[in-house]
């Protein structure tokens, strides 16, 4: 079975950083994407940083989230930078098998692993 859990939430000032880590075991697949959602109070979950053949940014993160890999672990991080309000939301962690694209998750999750989530708040 595998299991997925995240780490390094918190509460931050806007402008401050923060780095989540996500490790991934008991994968039953060799070649595999990982990667990061979010969902916020009332809101549709959102795809923020994807690690797959190609890397995936939202486009409200670029610039300010680096998302990061290790194969060997496995583990995925994202680092995020300058964070603003806007950014509080649930963060989750997606391990999925290497056909399994970010857009194909947000129609069907239950083709990824996920974690429980960890909380990220923004103040102002």
């Known amino acids: 079975q595998v299991q997925v859990a995240e780490s390094g939430g918190g509460l931050v000032q806007a402008g401050g950083s923060l780095r989540l880590s996500c490790t991934a075991s008991?994968?039953?697949?060799?070649?595999?994407?990982m990667g990061w959602f979010r969902q916020a109070p009332g809101k549709g979950r959102e795809a923020v940083a994807w690690?797959?053949?190609?890397?995936y940014y939202a486009d409200s993160v670029k610039g300010r989230f680096t998302i990061s890999r290790d194969n060997a672990k496995p583990t995925v991080d994202l680092q995020m930078n300058n964070l603003k309000p806007d950014d509080t939301a649930m963060y989750l962690c997606?391990?999925?098998?290497?056909?399994?694209?970010?857009?194909?998750?947000?129609?069907?999750?239950?083709?990824?692993?996920w974690g429980q989530g960890t909380q990220v708040t923004v103040s102002s």
């Open positions: 690690s797959g053949s190609t890397t």
């Open positions: 997606a391990v999925a098998p290497r056909r399994i694209d970010w857009w194909l998750l947000l129609l069907r999750p239950t083709n990824a692993a």
């Open positions: 008991g994968l039953t697949f060799d070649d595999y994407n």
